[in-house]
């Protein structure tokens, strides 16, 4: 896709990460080479004047890892154990990566009541907007330590979108391990091509998400993806679909040149984000 200077004057920019883009996957330890690559290209937009944030998962995977748990874990506290250790060891490496390039990175950690309690979704809104002021990086994940069953947002492509709506991001980046929305699934159908820009979201892109691909790692597959998108459109956003397989996507993607699919933001005036979360 080519739209030449359409990314570059976007002002705050939300990017997401999922867990097997963060891991090697023959062991699921943390690839740091890539985790300092993603955090060079956003120090790098720190530098150009953007707001940024980064969304992360990784905690249950680097945890898991950590613990030496050969099965990804399926029950509620074992997870949430892993997510203790793990959020705590990727803060670590972010902290320092970043500071490595004279950035300051701070942890936001949410659950689903952060949203739906007025007050805490305030609270929230300010604590971002406030790390924006001071140059401080967010990097945000689910507070997967404490969070239930009823309070969990369950994927970080939902979570990101949040993210992106409630700090009124221009543009929210899904790093992905596939290149974006396909027609079909592209591994089973020689046919399938990629959908480069979505106009406006509708039930015939369900259909397509439906043959999504998913990892054993992390948690969204496609259909969160849209979604993701749904809530980021419907807030102002334009979002962003590209394969994180090589992080420097980010730098195409602002000079607007990549391969990617891009949902474009709708600004729907009647989108009202704590009834959609209510409902969910
Ligand atoms: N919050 C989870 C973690 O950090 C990841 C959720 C997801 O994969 O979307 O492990």
Known sequence: MNVNDYFKYKKRVVVKIGSSSLQHPQTGSMNLMKIEKLVRELCDLRNQGMDVCLVSSGAIAVGRQAIGLQNRPEDISTKQACAAVGQARLMMTY??????????????????????????CQNAQNTFEEMFRLGIIPVVNENDTVSTYEMHFGDNDTLSAIVASLTGADLLILLSDIDGLYTDDPRKNPEATLVECVEKMDAHYDAMAKQSTGSDVGTGGMATKLSAARIATASGTDMIIANGKDVGIIHQIISGTFRGTLFRAQNDETFDIHAYLQNR
């Open 95 to 120: 902290q320092r990566m970043f500071a490595e390039y004279n950035q300051t990175a701070g942890q936001i950690l949410m659950t689903k009541d952060t949203m739906l309690e007025e007050e805490s």
